[in-house]
C-alpha cells in the first residue's frame, strides 16, 4: 500500500500511474497535445482520470501554470513535485466539476444548520497548498478554522473526488501526514457513474509515533436501488477546528455534525441526474 514515503522516492509510482499515462515533458505544444488526448479519452471513452507529466523542471511548470491561467487547457488538479521535476495531474472534466460544487453545496448546507458559518470555517476551494516536503497540491475543496489560522494557512478539512479509490487513498495519506496532522479530517468521494454507486470514506490522523492516516468510516450509497450503507456520514465538528466547540457555537460538543441517508440519496440524485 502506497504511503508519504513512496511519494517521495516516486509519485508516479505512489499514484499508480501507468507508464502509458506518463509523458516525458519536451515543448509545451508536445504537452498540451498528450493532456488534450488523455482528458478526451477520460471523458468519452471511460480512460484514466490521472496522468503525469515527467521531465518538468520549475520552469517549465511555471510555464504550463501560466498557459493555465489562460484557461485553454482542460481542468485538472495538479500536484507538483519539484524536487522530482513531476507533475501529478487528476483530470477534472465538466461532470466532475459539477459533482465537486454538489459535495460543496452539501457540506456548506449542513456547516449553515449548525451556525458554522464563512467567518468559522472558510471555504477555500481547489487553492493549491504548499506541502512540507515541497510539493504543491490541490484539493477538490478545502476549509480553514479562521478564528486561529489566517486565510492562507493550510486547512483542517479537505475534499477529494475521483472514480479511482485507491488513487485518492493515496491524497488522503498526503494531505493527514505531510504537514503532521494540520489537516485533521479527509472525505474522499468516489464516483463509479456505470454502477451509479458513490463510495465516500472519511479519513483523520491517528497519533502513534507521529500521525498516521487512517480511514475511520465508510460510507456507501447505491443510488439505483436507493440505499445507502454506514449512513449517516459523521464528520467531527471539533477535529476541524482549533479550538473547543463550546468556545465557538451554541451547542455541545457530544453533538455530531451528521449528514443522514435522505441528504446523501438527494445529493446523490443530483449527482446522476
Known amino acids: 500500500m502506497a504511503d508519504l514515503n513512496?511519494?517521495?522516492?516516486?509519485p508516479t509510482n505512489a499514484y499508480h500511474i501507468s507508464p502509458a499515462d506518463q509523458h516525458e515533458s519536451t515543448t509545451m505544444q508536445d504537452t498540451i497535445a498528450f493532456i488534450e488526448t488523455k482528458y478526451y479519452a477520460h471523458i468519452h471513452d471511460g480512460g484514466t482520470q490521472f496522468?503525469?507529466?515527467?521531465?518538468?523542471?520549475?520552469?517549465?511548470?511555471?510555464?504550463?501554470?501560466?498557459?493555465?491561467?489562460?484557461?485553454?487547457?482542460?481542468?485538472?488538479?495538479?500536484?507538483?513535485?519539484?524536487s522530482h521535476a513531476t507533475a501529478i495531474m487528476k483530470l477534472a472534466?465538466?461532470?466532475?466539476?459539477?459533482?465537486?460544487?454538489?459535495?460543496?453545496?452539501?457540506?456548506?448546507?449542513?456547516?449553515?444548520?449548525?451556525?458554522?458559518?464563512?467567518n468559522i470555517l472558510q471555504p477555500r476551494g481547489a487553492s493549491r497548498q504548499m506541502m512540507a516536503d515541497g510539493s504543491s497540491k490541490e484539493p477538490d475543496d478545502c476549509w480553514i478554522p479562521r478564528l486561529t489560522r489566517s486565510?492562507?494557512?493550510?486547512?483542517?478539512?479537505?475534499?477529494?473526488?475521483?472514480?479511482?479509490?485507491?488513487?485518492?487513498?493515496?491524497?488522503?495519506?498526503?494531505?493527514?501526514?505531510?504537514?503532521?496532522?494540520?489537516?485533521?479530517?479527509?472525505?474522499?468521494?468516489?464516483v463509479d457513474w456505470m454502477s451509479q454507486r458513490i463510495r465516500m470514506e472519511r479519513w483523520e490522523g491517528i497519533d502513534a509515533d507521529g500521525i498516521r492516516a487512517q480511514c475511520v468510516q465508510e460510507v456507501i450509497i447505491d443510488y439505483a436501488n436507493t440505499t445507502v450503507e454506514n449512513a449517516p456520514l459523521?464528520?467531527?465538528l471539533w477535529l476541524m477546528l482549533d479550538a473547543p466547540i463550546q468556545m465557538i457555537v451554541a451547542f455541545d460538543q457530544d453533538q455530531?455534525?451528521?449528514?443522514p441517508d435522505s441528504t446523501l440519496l438527494h445529493w446523490a440524485h443530483d449527482v446522476f441526474l
Open 151 to 190: 486565510r492562507d494557512d493550510f486547512p483542517s478539512f479537505v475534499v477529494e473526488l475521483g472514480e479511482a479509490i485507491h488513487q485518492l487513498r493515496v491524497s488522503a495519506r498526503m494531505w493527514i501526514e505531510d504537514r503532521n496532522g494540520m489537516t485533521r479530517v479527509v472525505l474522499l468521494v468516489s
Open 234 to 236: 459523521f464528520l467531527p
Open 6 to 10: 513512496d511519494a517521495i522516492s516516486s
Open 256 to 259: 455530531l455534525f451528521l449528514i
Open 51 to 82: 496522468i503525469s507529466l515527467l521531465n518538468l523542471p520549475e520552469d517549465k511548470y511555471q510555464a504550463f501554470e501560466a498557459k493555465r491561467e489562460e484557461h485553454t487547457l482542460p481542468s485538472m488538479r495538479v500536484h507538483y513535485y519539484p
Open 93 to 118: 472534466g465538466n461532470t466532475h466539476e459539477t459533482t465537486s460544487r454538489e459535495i460543496y453545496s452539501m457540506i456548506r448546507d449542513t456547516f449553515v444548520s449548525f451556525q458554522i458559518r464563512s
